[in-house]
């Protein structure tokens, strides 16, 4: 155990000396309240019970260089130059909001023991202006436990932050995230790209949780049709198994152009060009308020369409995407009032002729495929359904021909 003081933890963990890399690291949920809370803790000594765990890169990159891991080692020598000595494998919640608050970079509240035993409490304050005797208490007297793992290569990392969170589980994206595979680091740069539209579908709670770097995976799956599995079509559903199997056939990869990578190039770049008109539109759309999430059978309604107009050499003008979005609002919203009619229809026939009318069937309606994107089949026919209404009257919905 290496405990350290805050004063000294302040000096040696800032953000320019601990590299936090996204593939072992859960989303930042610590606000402020929690801050405070952590606080009263190191004010009691209670602190050092917690452990942040970090890397030592000259040493991972000298056990890098040792063991002939040029990968690793060409990580770490980055890292290096890039002037960071440790990276976070646990306790960034706690390392980051710790060291903004001693930087003055937020207040907080509370009633806390000062370096005397005697309890002050403030209100609202940046801890420049906390009094000087609990400022001296924090600084000097609280402790964090910090441990620095044993020198490793870069795929090791991700095996030591998965083991230093099995007591808390984390969920199934937060794990695909940390796979070395190409498509991870794809996914939290496109993610990063598309965040404004992803903020108006995905709620900030799930997006802690990278529900939205999971949107984006299913989107490309849904696009790509990659599948080895699928012998007839390559498309994917859109299970939880499936989205593992997505990551993992990446694995042994280094990046997306390595020759016979599952995830083409093209593929990819096709991907990116979709996402691109989707992410405009969802950004555009004037139909759902700011203050409302945009209904997920809107979010995938719009990405079909957009896949069918990139591929049909069709761009939306950039005057056009609250048409298009309003357009496409409408038309599945008459395909959905349309579909319930008929399946009405059907049951009220079915009685008629002296029939269970339990027999017919809900997956053969439209309102039954919007809500289920995962299902192969089900998306397909909703696609074609939307597609084939678009294709009759594109200028209506302010779609514009590309030149050849």
């Not at 599945?332 to 008929?342: E, G, K, N």
């Amino acid at each position: 155990m290496s405990l350290v003081s805050l004063k000294e933890f302040r000096e040696d963990h800032d953000f320019t000396e601990v590299y936090y890399a996204e593939e072992h690291q859960r989303r930042e949920v610590w606000n402020n309240q929690l801050l405070a809370l952590f606080m009263v803790s190191v004010c009691r000594g209670w602190s050092q019970l917690t452990t942040i765990v970090v890397a030592d890169v000259k040493k991972c990159l000298k056990f890098s260089r040792k063991n002939g891991d040029r990968v690793s080692t060409k990580y770490f020598q980055r890292i290096l130059n890039k002037g960071y000595r440790y990276i976070s494998l646990d306790g960034q919640n706690r390392s980051k909001k710790i060291v903004e608050f001693l930087n003055d970079k937020f207040p907080i509240s509370g009633t806390f023991l000062d370096a005397d035993d005697v309890s002050q409490t403030v209100t609202n304050k940046l801890f420049k202006d906390f009094p000087e005797r609990l400022r001296d208490r924090i600084l000097d007297g609280g402790f964090l436990n910090v441990e620095v793992a044993p020198p490793c290569g870069k795929d090791t990392l991700s095996d030591i932050f998965l083991a230093l969170n099995s007591g808390e589980p984390l969920n199934a994206h937060e794990k695909r995230n940390s796979l070395k595979t190409p498509i991870s680091d794809w996914v939290r740069k496109t993610r990063k790209t598309l965040d404004d539209a992803l903020m108006r579908v995905v709620s900030r709670k799930d997006a802690i949780r990278m529900l939205d770097d999971e949107l984006v995976a299913k989107m490309a799956m849904v696009l790509m049709r990659n599948n080895p599995a699928n012998n007839k079509t390559n498309h994917w559903g859109l299970s939880s198994d499936e989205i593992d199997r997505f990551y993992s056939m990446g694995l042994g990869y280094h990046s997306i152009s390595d020759e016979g990578c599952p995830y083409s190039l093209n593929d990819v770049q096709r991907v990116e060009e979709i996402l691109d008109m989707w992410r405009h539109t969802i950004c555009n759309q004037a139909y759902y308020p700011p203050s409302k999430t945009i209904a997920a059978k809107m979010c995938w309604a719009v990405l079909y369409v957009c896949e069918w107009a990139y591929d049909n050499n069709y761009d939306i003008d950039c005057s056009s995407y609250s048409l298009f979005f309003s357009k496409l609002k409408e038309l599945d919203d008459s395909l959905i009032s349309q579909s319930d009619t008929a399946y009405a229809n059907e049951k009220t026939r079915y009685i008629a002729n002296n029939l269970d009318p339990d027999e017919v069937s809900k997956q053969q309606y439209y309102f039954t495929w919007i809500n289920l994107p995962h299902q192969i089949p089900a998306r397909s026919k909703r696609t074609k359904n939307l597609t084939d209404c678009v294709k009759t009257n594109v200028f209506a919905f302010g779609l514009r021909k590309l030149a050849a």
